[in-house]
C-alpha cells in the first residue's frame, strides 16, 4: 500500500474523553477536523495521509518517464491522462492532511528531508513500455487494494478523498492490462518484454503491502480508530488471489515456483517477497531513491520564483483595486 | 515570510439545475488561479458546469461542540414534520 508501515502513536489523554471518541467510531460516526480528537489520533493520521500523498506525487515520476516515449499518440495521452490524475490524487490527499493542522509546506519539507516517507514501489525503475503497463496492472492494483476500504475510514477528510480516487483508479489499472494484453498477444519478443517486466514488479509489487503486521500493537490501535481497516496480510493475499488469473489470461507466469492453489483456504499459497530489501529500499539504497528525491528537490526549487512571483501579483492586483474603490 | 499560497474552498454545479455543492479545497495565488485549478483538480471528468472558489478564510462555521444546543429547536418540533398528523384515508390523498 501507499503507505507503509506507519508507527501510530500512543495517546495519553483523559479516559472518558477516549472512551465517548472510541464509542462514536465504533458507531461509524465520521470524525471531522474541527472535532476533538487524541492527540495520537491526529499525529497517525498526518504521518499516514502525509505519506499517502507523497506517493501519489512521487510515484508520477517512473511513468512519466515514459509519457514522451510512448509508442502511439493515444496511448501518450492516456498515460499523461493517468498521470494527471496521479498529481490531483495528491493533491486530495494533501488537502485532507492539512486539516489536521500541518501546512503544505511543512508535507513537503518533511519529504524533501526524509523526515516523511513514501511508497518503497516508487524506488524501482520503468526499463521499458511493458513496465508502464505492469505499473497500470500491478501497483494501481494494489493500491486499490488497500483504498477500496479507507473508503469507510473514520477520518471524514481522508475517507472523501479516497472515494474520489477510488472513482478514478480503476481507469489507471485498466489501462495497465489493456498495455499487458497487447504485449502478450504481440510478437515473441513484445511477449518476453511483458514477462520480464512481470517478473521485475511481482515483488516489490507485493512489498506494497508492508510486512506483516498481525501481531503489531500498532497496526491494533489504527484499525481501532479504523484508520487501517484490514492487516497487510489480508491486502497481500487478496491481491494474489485477484492477480493471478490476470496473469494466466495474459500466458504469462507469476515469477514464483512454490505458488500454488490451497483448496483449504481458498487461496494461493505463495512466496513472501525478500523483506531485506524492502527494508534497504525503505532506508533510502533502492536503485532509484536518490533519483526520485533529486526530481522532486529540482521540482521546489526550481518553481520558487513562480509561486512567489504569482504570490507578488496577487498582492499588487489586490492593493490596487482596494486603491480604486 | 512563508510564500503558501492561501486555501480556498471549492464548490461545484454538477449539473444544470441542481446547487453547487463543496467537493474540496486547493491553494491558489488569486480567485482567478483558483478556478483554473479547481477546472484541473475536480472535473477532469466532466464533474460540473460551474465553479465557484471562496477564501478558506472567509468562512464561518458552526462549532461542533455547540452541535446540540444549536439544533435543539428543530429537534423538539416533530409536528414540522407532514408525518405528525393522521389523515382519515376517506379523506384522500393530501
Ligand atoms: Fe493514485
Ligand atoms: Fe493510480
Redesign the pocket.
Known amino acids: 500500500m501507499y503507505a507503509q508501515m506507519v508507527k501510530s502513536e500512543a495517546t495519553t489523554e483523559d479516559p472518558e474523553k477516549l472512551a465517548a471518541f472510541q464509542a462514536r467510531i465504533d458507531a461509524g460516526e465520521k470524525i471531522e477536523p474541527k472535532e476533538w480528537m487524541p492527540e495520537g489520533y491526529r499525529k497517525t493520521l498526518i504521518r499516514q495521509i502525509g505519506q499517502h500523498a507523497h506517493s501519489e506525487i512521487v510515484g508520477q515520476l517512473p511513468e512519466g518517464n515514459w509519457i514522451t516515449r510512448a509508442p502511439t499518440l493515444e496511448r501518450k495521452a492516456i498515460l499523461l491522462a493517468?498521470v494527471q490524475?496521479?498529481a490531483g490524487?495528491g493533491l486530495y490527499l494533501y488537502c485532507a492532511a492539512e486539516t489536521l493542522g500541518v501546512s503544505r509546506d511543512e508535507l513537503t519539507e518533511a519529504l524533501l528531508s526524509g523526515k516523511m516517507k513514501y511508497s518503497s514501489i516508487f524506488n524501482y525503475p520503468t526499463l521499458n513500455w511493458a513496465d508502464i503497463g505492469a505499473v497500470g496492472w500491478l501497483v494501481?492494483g494494489a493500491?486499490i487494494m488497500n483504498q477500496v476500504p479507507l473508503q469507510r475510514t473514520s477520518f471524514g477528510p481522508y475517507s472523501r478523498a479516497m472515494i474520489r480516487i477510488c472513482k478514478e483508479?480503476s481507469f489507471?489499472q485498466r489501462q495497465g492490462y489493456d498495455i499487458m494484453m497487447k504485449m502478450a498477444q504481440g510478437s515473441p519478443e513484445q511477449k518476453a518484454m511483458a514477462q520480464d517486466a512481470l517478473n521485475r514488479f511481482w515483488y516489490p509489487s507485493l512489498m506494497m503491502f508492508g510486512p506483516s503486521d498481525k501481531d503489531s500493537v500498532h497496526s491494533a490501535q489504527s484499525m481501532a480508530w479504523k484508520i487501517k481497516i484490514n492487516t497487510n496480510d489480508e491486502l497481500r493475499q487478496k491481491f494474489v488471489d485477484q492477480t493471478v488469473p490476470q496473469a494466466e489470461y495474459l500466458g504469462l507466469t507469476i515469477p514464483d515456483p512454490e505458488l500454488s492453489w490451497n483448496e483449504e483456504k481458498g487461496g494461493y499459497d505463495f512466496s513472501e517477497p525478500d523483506w531485506s530489501e524492502f527494508f534497504e529500499v525503505i532506508k533510502g539504497n533502492g536503485p532509484c531513491n536518490a533519483e526520485r528525491m533529486e526530481a522532486r528537490q529540482k521540482a521546489w526549487d526550481e518553481g520558487a520564483w513562480f509561486r512567489e512571483g504569482l504570490m507578488a501579483h496577487a498582492a499588487k492586483r489586490a492593493a490596487r483595486k482596494i486603491a480604486a474603490e | 515570510m512563508s510564500g503558501e499560497w492561501p486555501l480556498w474552498e471549492i464548490f461545484i454545479r454538477g449539473q444544470h439545475g441542481l446547487n453547487h455543492r463543496h467537493v474540496g479545497s486547493l491553494h491558489a495565488p488569486d480567485a482567478e488561479m483558483a478556478v483554473k485549478h479547481a477546472r484541473d483538480v475536480y472535473t477532469r471528468r466532466n464533474e460540473g458546469v460551474s465553479i465557484w472558489v471562496v477564501p478558506s478564510a472567509a468562512i464561518t462555521a458552526s462549532s461542533p461542540s455547540e452541535k446540540g444546543p444549536l439544533f435543539e429547536p428543530s429537534n423538539s418540533k416533530v409536528y414540522r414534520h407532514p408525518t405528525f398528523f393522521d389523515i382519515p384515508e376517506d379523506v384522500g390523498k393530501m
Open positions: 493517468k490524475d496521479e490524487h494501481d493500491a483508479e489507471h
